[in-house]
T-cell receptor, first 112, second 116 residues
Framework: AQTIHQWPVAEIKAVGSPLSLGCTIK??????LYWYWQATGGTLQQLFY??????VESVVQLNLSASRPKDDQFILSTEKLLLSHSGFYLC???????????FGSGTRLLVI | GDSVTQTEGPVTVSESESLIINCTYS????????LFWYVRYPGEGLQLLLK?????QKGSSRGFEATYNKETTSFHLQKASVQESDSAVYYC?????????????FGLGTTLQVQP
């Protein structure tokens, strides 16, 4: 069975500090990977997607970056956090073209 | 553009009462989007509750049901008798699935509180 693991569960970070959020998918080769984000009071929106190792496409510009260093790993990061980065981050994967999204448990980020 | 509007929460109902959470969508980039309801229980991730990919069809799961109405561009979520364990945040979503690069357009989410 496929599993998706996100880390950390929650973070409190200072403005200007770096950030790295991770996501690992086990049991599925070559998944399509996605990062979604929900600001407080806002809607979930797709930030990045990746269909293969080393290839990441940005959907929304938020001064964040994403990387896919391995087939089963997706990393979201920034060197300098902004207050506006606070919110809930979800990683997701899809298999073949018509398969459903499977989401991780999410990371709650508070920037102060 | 593509968007989803759903009932603003929180919605509070008593156990065994009926529930409806409204969802309407606008899809300009695709004629027949897939429609979804996702649920996030406290402390858990987002889970697919039900989906419908064909207009006019009804999806159902765990006592919940929703009908894809293309004429009214609606996908309301209904349940005849809610339970306390249904307390969660419910998201209506539009699927713009174009091969590998598809994405989901979500509504704001509706928090449901079921009182015992």
């Amino acid at each position: 069975a496929q599993t998706i693991h996100q880390w950390p569960v929650a973070e409190i970070k200072a403005v200007g500090s770096p950030l790295s959020l991770g996501c690992t998918i086990k049991g599925k080769s070559s998944p399509n990977l996605y990062w979604y984000w929900q600001a407080t009071g806002g809607t979930l929106q797709q930030l990045f997607y990746s269909i293969t190792v080393g290839q990441v496409e940005s959907v929304v510009q938020l001064n964040l970056s994403a990387s896919r260093p391995k087939d089963d790993q997706f990393i979201l990061s920034t060197e300098k956090l902004l207050l506006s980065h606070s919110g809930f981050y979800l990683c997701a994967w899809r298999g073949q073209e018509n398969s459903d999204y499977t989401f991780g448990s999410g990371t709650r980020l508070l920037v102060i | 553009g593509d968007s989803v509007t759903q009932t603003e929460g929180p919605v509070t109902v008593s156990e065994s009462e009926s529930l409806i959470i409204n969802c309407t969508y606008s899809a300009t980039s695709i004629a027949y989007p897939n429609l979804f309801w996702y649920v996030r229980y406290p402390g858990e991730g987002l889970q697919l509750l039900l989906k419908v990919i064909t207009a006019g069809q009804k999806g159902s799961s765990r006592g919940f049901e929703a009908t894809y109405n293309k004429e009214t561009t609606s996908f309301h979520l209904q349940k005849a008798s809610v339970q306390e364990s249904d307390s969660a945040v419910y998201y209506c979503a539009l699927g713009l699935i174009t091969g590998n690069t598809g994405k989901l357009i979500f509504g704001l989410g509706t928090t449901l509180q079921v009182q015992p």
